[in-house]
């Protein structure tokens, strides 16, 4: 069966300090990878989708950015935190795009 | 522009029946999903509707009409457990899904 992983679970990180976040697929093969970023009481918002390995389409302009550098491992980057970037950062991934999104546990970012 | 409209909060009673209702205006259509959120989790894919009409799974169950751009998720039986947002997305032409805010449904016992 498929899982998605997740992590780090919860993180707080002064402003202007990196970041990286992990998110790994298993048990499927040339997913569909996205990264969400839902602020507190507000809808999801779409950050990066993947098609495949090296493709990343961007939705937003912003502080971030991502990478796919194996088949079923997308990284979420940024080289320099600011306040607005604090959030619950969720992965997800599908088959097909008419597929049901299966989501990671998410990570609740702080930064401070 | 692409949009989903959902009610922010319902209340409801334990046992009881809420219907929560979803209006999207999107580039073309390919699906609409409803998916279940408790506080501080991810959320969890609970249906998908492509077609006119009545899915049922259980306790739940989820409408389209395609026609009114209009889709309703119905929860049966309401249990404490079901406290939890809701959140609509509608799946666009190009396959891009476009969310709703989500609607936090309260259960009072």
């Known amino acids: 069966s498929q899982t998605i992983h997740q992590w780090p679970a919860t993180l707080v990180q002064p402003v202007g300090s990196p970041l990286s976040l992990e998110c790994t697929v298993e048990g499927t093969s040339n997913p569909n990878l996205y990264w969400y970023r839902q602020a507190a009481g507000r809808g999801l918002q779409l950050l990066f989708y993947?098609?495949?390995?090296?493709?990343i389409s961007s939705e937003v302009p912003q502080n971030l950015s991502a990478s796919r550098p194996q088949d079923r491992q997308f990284i979420l980057s940024s080289k320099k935190l600011l306040l607005s970037d604090s959030g619950f950062y969720l992965c997800?991934?599908?088959?097909?795009?008419?597929?049901?999104?299966?989501f990671g546990s998410g990570t609740r970012l702080t930064v401070v | 522009g692409q949009n989903i409209d959902q009610p922010t909060e319902m209340t409801a009673t334990e046992g009881a029946i809420v219907q929560i209702n979803c209006t999207y205006q999107?580039?073309?259509?390919?699906?609409l999903f409803w998916y279940q959120q408790h506080a501080g989790e991810a959320p969890t894919f609970l249906s998908y509707n492509v077609l006119d009409g009545l899915e049922e799974k259980g306790r739940f169950s989820s409408f389209l009409s395609r026609s009114k751009g209009y889709s309703y998720l119905l929860l049966k039986e309401l249990q404490m457990k079901d406290s939890a947002s809701y959140l609509c997305?509608?799946?666009?032409?190009?396959?891009?899904?476009?969310w709703g805010a989500g609607t936090k449904l309260i259960i009072k016992p």
């Open positions: 993947s098609v495949g390995i090296g493709q």
């Open positions: 997305a509608a799946l666009d032409s190009n396959y891009q899904l476009i």
């Open positions: 997800a991934w599908s088959e097909q795009e008419n597929y049901g999104y299966t």
């Open positions: 999107t580039s073309g259509f390919n699906g």
